[in-house]
């Protein structure tokens, strides 16, 4: 790995991670009653885990709002979530405001043209093998 991505993620005190995409496939299911269902992937969760362990903040932001997000957060012992955030540039300056860091020490992972101005301020940015080049 490149020596200035490894000086980038050495400074990270939180990693912001989008939803759809990023921590699921991508796919909305609905259920008959129209409640909205995700997929999260159990290996996502252990490596979220050994993240939080290793001294770095984890925090969910996504554009979209679903009770799910709220249980698998909980689940992770997630509480930086923030959901319904069209806006994704005024909710990370939010986070990095509650954490009192730095955009310098803030890391987002996304996938989709929303969080590239997110993508473009952080710290450290990564994307999904699936994202759109320009995400990429």
Not at 27 to 32: A, G, I, M, R, V
Request: glycine content about 8%.
């Amino acid at each position: 790995m490149r020596d200035d991505i490894l000086e980038r993620m050495r400074r990270l005190r939180l990693m912001i991670f989008d939803v759809d995409g990023v921590l699921t496939d991508g796919t909305l299911y609905f259920s008959e009653t129209g409640a909205e269902l995700k997929a999260f992937n159990a290996r996502d969760g252990h490596g979220l885990k050994m993240l939080k362990e290793s001294g770095v903040e984890v925090a969910i932001l996504s554009a979209r709002r679903s009770r799910a997000v709220e249980v698998r957060a909980a689940e992770l012992g997630i509480t930086l979530v923030e959901q319904g955030a069209v806006n994704k540039s005024t909710a990370f300056e939010s986070l990095i405001g509650r954490l009192r860091t730095s955009a310098a020490a803030a890391g987002y992972m996304g996938d989709d043209w929303l969080d590239l101005p997110v993508l473009a301020r952080c710290g450290f940015a990564a994307s999904v093998p699936e994202a759109p080049e320009l995400v990429r």
